[in-house]
T-cell receptor
Framework: GQQLNQSPQSMFIQEGEDVSMNCTSSSIFNTWLWYKQDPGEGPVLLIALYKAGELTSNGRLTAQFGITRKDSFLNISASIPSDVGIYFCAGQLKTGGNKLVFGAGTILRVKS | GAVVSQHPSRVICKSGTSVKIECRSLDFQATTMFWYRQFPKQSLMLMATSNEGSKATYEQGVEKDKFLINHASLTLSTLTVTSAHPEDSSFYIC???????????FGDGTRLSIL
């Protein structure tokens, strides 16, 4: 089945540093989504990408949809303690009812 | 923004009982809702897709008689874990979307603990 390879698995950074994480796949997706999950809660949508090559920002977050439709990255600038959490990429396919395929997640820890 | 409410947030019950979890889209009508299961330190695993007014579509390996899904209206889907056992203990999360080309929005999840 479809798989998303998300990296890095975890990051422990200093407050104020920039963060970058990415997802790749052998499958082509028509939508890429980035979610953040805090402990004991459901994922919250951060950014949705619909067009190949699209670059979208949401505050300190920037994400891009790869030209090949097989990859995406998420950058967080000037990290702050509340950025701590698990970040998931998710690809959406047109076939199979537009279900989401999730990456394994990137655990972000911020040292203040 | 899109808000999805899930209830209850936590359930602790004895083995053999059935547990019902509700998922509501509060400010939009959801043509499709999804039910996921998440184990500690793992990603979300899709269990089933629920379309209003029709039978749910279950993923491979998910027992439909064990996990009953009802999507009676455009704003409510329920998941009933029947005759729950300790191995059913997990974090269950629902999501909903406005339309097929719109993103899914998630509820806050239900922590189910079966003793």
């Amino acid at each position: 089945g479809q798989q998303l390879n998300q990296s890095p698995q975890s990051m422990f950074i200093q407050e104020g540093e920039d963060v970058s994480m990415n997802c790749t796949s052998s499958s082509i997706f028509n939508t890429w989504l980035w979610y953040k999950q805090d402990p004991g809660e459901g994922p919250v949508l951060l950014i949705a990408l619909y067009k190949a090559g699209e670059l979208t920002s949401n505050g300190r977050l920037t994400a891009q949809f790869g030209i090949t439709r097989k990859d995406s990255f998420l950058n967080i600038s000037a990290s702050i303690p509340s950025d701590v959490g698990i970040y998931f990429c998710a690809g959406q396919l047109k076939t199979g009812g537009n279900k989401l395929v999730f990456g394994a997640g990137t655990i972000l820890r911020v040292k203040s | 923004g899109a808000v999805v409410s899930q209830h209850p947030s936590r359930v602790i019950c004895k083995s053999g009982t059935s547990v019902k979890i509700e998922c509501r889209s509060l400010d939009f009508q959801a043509t499709t809702m999804f039910w996921y299961r998440q184990f500690p330190k793992q990603s979300l695993m899709l269990m089933a897709t629920s379309n209003e007014g029709s039978k749910a579509t279950y993923e491979q390996g998910v027992e439909k008689d064990k996990f009953l899904i009802n999507h009676a209206s455009l704003t409510l889907s329920t998941l009933t874990v029947t005759s729950a056992h300790p191995e059913d203990s997990s974090f269950y999360i629902c999501s909903a979307r406005r339309a097929i080309d719109r993103p899914q929005h998630f509820g806050d999840g239900t922590r189910l603990s079966i003793l």
